[in-house]
């Protein structure tokens, strides 16, 4: 199993994990600061670990 690169990893779980946020203002939620809004940013930046993962592989 490689190691994955530090700096992937956090410019990935970044990315995703804004996009997560974003997501329930973009479906009519206006607050960047809602429950949803935390909730999936969490989601995204999981997903943002495995896409590391599968970049670094």
Same mark, same amino acid.
């Given at each position: 199993?490689?190691?994955?690169?530090?700096?992937? &990893?956090?410019?990935?779980?970044?990315?995703?994990?804004?996009?997560?946020?974003?997501?329930? %203002? &973009?479906?009519?939620?206006?607050?960047?600061?809602?429950?949803?809004?935390? &909730?999936?940013?969490?989601?995204?930046?999981v997903i943002g670990?495995? %896409?590391?993962?599968?970049?670094s592989e």
């Amino acid at each position: 199993m490689a190691l994955m690169n530090k700096s992937l &990893l956090y410019l990935c779980m970044s990315i995703f994990g804004g996009i997560g946020g974003y997501l329930p %203002v &973009l479906f009519g939620d206006a607050s960047f600061l809602s429950i949803w809004s935390i &909730l999936l940013s969490g989601v995204g930046a999981v997903i943002g670990v495995f %896409v590391a993962k599968k970049l670094s592989e």
